[in-house]
């Protein structure tokens, strides 16, 4: 039985990595908690059976008083490399919270950790697990819609807390935040993209800019990817569309398209030889669940088989060197080679 602890009680916590940790009692026994604020504790503790004398306003009191073999942290983005590096120190394997980190340095740091300590570290690139993302991909990897030559990613609502209810102030900052939408919410549309056209970032060009909110960071990113499989990601991505937005996901290929999102059926493929759209069947999940029981299964999977981790390392760098670049180019007005970040 694994012991587990959850660094950061704020709403993935509650909505995803408490619920699904506790679906795996099997497996797992979630053993501490530790948030900043003690009601966020209280709340969860409550919810999922941790007892008080095991809840933390400082991680860093749980880490050196419990014995625990799995953090998962979910917690603003610049803690979280001192939480990992400290919990694989601690003797933990880590499951970590998207973006893997603000900074390419931070992540070497817990690249280089989890290798002297043996220890596993995984990005939650939840969506990558998704029933849609899987139904995609398995019509992408048969062929029949040809070589993907372009994806378009489109995720604008009006700000960055609508409906989720917690505090969460420290998104619009620069420093605990890293940036605004493109690292936030981009940041998936970036992995998914790369798995879409399954082929790394070359280059970037974005514009990037905060029009709407009084907040540090941008509220709008238009970021177009340059592949090296020479196709072309459009990605838009902000907290700036007053009256939310139709969201649009598509992936052009050169005999098809697929299409989802955007009030359309789940998934639509389009195919040339038939002219025709059909809609597979795509495995219903809970709401707002995006792929994160099957990753968190396979995290505890690897860890009790030691397999390969659903998301490495090197995986997270990447994504967050696009960002990265992307934040480059947006500064520069130049486009930005993705390698000079990595
Ligand atoms: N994969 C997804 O779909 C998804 C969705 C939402 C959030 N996230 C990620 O999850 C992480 C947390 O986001 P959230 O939406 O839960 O934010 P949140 O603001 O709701 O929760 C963050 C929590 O961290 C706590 N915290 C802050 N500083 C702390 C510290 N020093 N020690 C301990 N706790 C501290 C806060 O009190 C808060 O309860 C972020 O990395 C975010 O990007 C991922």
Known sequence: MLRAGIIGCGGITERRHGPVLASLSDHVKIEALADLAQERTELMG????????????????????????????????????????AAMKAGAHVFLEKPIATSLEEVDRMIAVAEQTGRK?????????????????EQ?????IGEVFLVRSEGFGSSHVVGRGINQQWRTQTKPGGGGALIDNGYHQV?????????????VYARIGRHVHDIQVEDTALVLIEHASGATTS?????????GAVGVNE???TKGQIRFGGGETPVSVWRK?????TQPIVEAEGPDELGFPVVVRHFIDAIENNGEVPVSGAEGRHILATVLAAYESGRSGQSVKVDTYE
């Open 46 to 85: 409550g919810k999922l059976g941790v007892a008080t004398e095991h809840l933390y306003t400082n991680w860093e009191n749980m880490l050196a008083q419990e014995e625990l073999d799995l953090v998962h942290i979910c917690t603003p983005h610049h803690l979280h490399e001192p939480q990992a590096i």
């Open 121 to 137: 570290l995984t990005v939650g690139h939840n969506q990558l697990f998704s029933s849609v993302h899987r139904v995609t991909m």
């Open 140 to 144: 992408i990897r048969s062929g029949v």
């Open 191 to 203: 992995y998914n993209a790369i798995d879409y056209t399954g082929s790394p970032a070359v280059r």
């Open 235 to 243: 990605l838009q991505v902000g907290w700036s569309a007053l009256a």
């Open 251 to 253: 992936i052009l290929g």
């Open 273 to 277: 030889d038939t002219g025709k759209w």
